[in-house]
């Protein structure tokens, strides 16, 4: 028997029934404009934010399918060109010009389950109505999907808490 990578949180209805707060949800064209992704060339993009703390700017971006290294980083360079309104992807908007970032983290191809907030059978009107979250899972996890991940460069290493395929996470090295 294995554990499962992901729960969906529930929540008890006023009925005493226990109801899902979240549902797995597959970002398509229809919808992953509207959910936060910039739609580049083709590519959809997102920045994430690391969940242990909560920063100004995102600490790592994910693009849907499994995408060239270079195209993701033309993809998270248009993210923070719209989102922002900066065109550098090595610094965040007001960092230090002088502060030498040598490279681009290397991106990387892997799966994730995305829960949305709510189920939409059950709305609870809270501040997270309408978001989603993104939990790394092996392709083989019910709901998995193709996704390209890479740390923004300026994010601190442990930040963005990507897979790393050199530490046996189910993710390999972009192309």
Do not use: K, N
Not at 49 to 54: F, G, P, S
Not at 63 to 74: C, F, S, Y
């Amino acid at each position: 028997m294995t554990s499962a990578l992901y729960e969906i949180e529930t929540i008890e209805g006023d009925d005493g029934t226990m109801h899902p707060v979240e549902q797995l949800w597959t970002p398509s064209a229809d919808d992953a404009v509207d959910s936060g992704f910039v739609a580049h060339r083709g590519l959809y993009v997102s920045g994430i934010d690391d969940a242990t703390d909560d920063h100004l700017y995102q600490v790592g971006f994910i693009v849907l399918g499994h995408q060239r290294w270079a195209d993701v980083i033309e993809g998270a360079t248009a993210y923070m060109a719209r989102v922002h309104g900066w065109r550098s992807l090595h610094l965040y908007p007001g960092d230090d010009p002088a502060v030498l970032i040598p490279r681009i983290p290397r991106a990387v191809h892997t799966h994730g389950v995305f829960l949305r907030h709510p189920h939409p059978d059950h709305g609870c009107g809270c501040e997270w109505d309408d978001t989603w979250r993104l939990v790394w899972a092996p392709a083989i996890e019910p709901g998995a999907v193709p996704i390209t991940a890479m740390r923004h460069p300026a994010a601190p290493v442990s930040a963005a808490g990507l897979p790393d395929p050199d530490e046996g996470a189910p993710a390999t090295w972009a192309a």
